[in-house]
């Protein structure tokens, strides 16, 4: 049975909740033809309920513990050992996401998260900065493609990201690797992080998963590559970029994205919600500035978004300023400010997803130190943060975005 608290909604009652056990049970039949043996597919049940349920933490010992094995050894070797593809129980879970959160306004948003872990051992850990620790530590980052809309979102792809300490050709690298079972083609050099979103990118487009518009931060957006991939295959995307970016002009030349704010009249901008927070609508300053077409008949705008009020201290005058914006945008003709503010605004359900997999379903409370275990847990986890999705989806009444401006 799922534990009570598994739903937290507020909308179902005990019976309700309890009857949600024969609908877990039919998902993980669902891929049942994924594992090779009966063996595997009870850990897959017992490692899911584990993860849904209210253990203090989510590693092996504890989900072991839940499901009344005598220590992790049996949930260790299905990680580890068992006969089952990672990517295959991968494109279950996006498939049975995005049935259940395919809308008009869906968004695909890629996204990196970390982990911070000790020791040297742990396949991708290195020195690097983590956005979970705001600094450099000891950590294992990862990419991920989170699909989200009106009606919920969570990850539906995940990528490993190995460093530079990882990345080489020399016999003690080469071992080092091959004791983690990392494979050789990601071992000799590095993929960047934007190389890593472009390829779980590529499968959802190639699984046909319906979305509006790609989002990601300026880490994503300031690589001209990916852009340039995208402009290639007709995605619409809103990427935030830096201020220094040099952003294409219908004639032919080049500015710099502060440059180009320089520009705008004060009456240009508008006051818009570009999404509901924690206090309210979240109220931006918003401008956009037309740039050079792409191929075809797509075009390029400048989204600008400015703070209402002073906040954020300028390192030359030490005065406070207002905060400002820029997204590179490739959107089809005839896209309208509110559009662009509406999708700009929905890049932040990939932290929502992060904290749902990491508060609900133990994203980060893995304890494996395998290029292949660190895949299936991951997988196993968006198995089990899909399915809280899906329910919650059926249940929590869609918040409409408020685009009109303010008066």
Partial sequence: MLPLGVVQTGDLNEFEIRSLDGELEALCASVDDVFARPASRENLRAMVRGLLSEVPRKNLWQLAEFAGHPNPDRLQGFLAKAAWDADELRDRVRAYAVAALAADDAVLIADETGDIKKGTKTAGVQRQYTGTAGRIENAQVSVHLSYGSNRGRTLIDRELYLGRAWAGTTAEHEHRCAEQDIPPERATEVATKPELARRILERALEADVP???FLADEAYG???ALRAWLEERRVRYVLAISKNEAVPLPDGRTRQARELYALVPEETFERRSCAGGAKGPREYDWASVQLGPTAGDFERHLLIRRSTVPNRKDKKTGALV??????????????????LIT????RWMVEEAFQAAKGQAGLDEHEVRKWCSWYRHTTVCMLAMAFLTAVR???????????APRA
Avoid at 322 to 339: D, K, N, Q, S, V
Avoid at 343 to 346: F, M
């Fill in 211 to 213: 979305f509006t518009y």
């Fill in 222 to 224: 300031q690589c001209r």
């Fill in 322 to 339: 207002r905060e400002i914006a820029y997204f590179l945008c490739h959107t089809h003709p005839g896209a309208t400010l509110a559009e």
């Fill in 343 to 346: 999708a700009a605004g929905q």
């Fill in 393 to 403: 989806s059926r249940h929590i009444p869609a918040q409409p975005t408020p685009l």
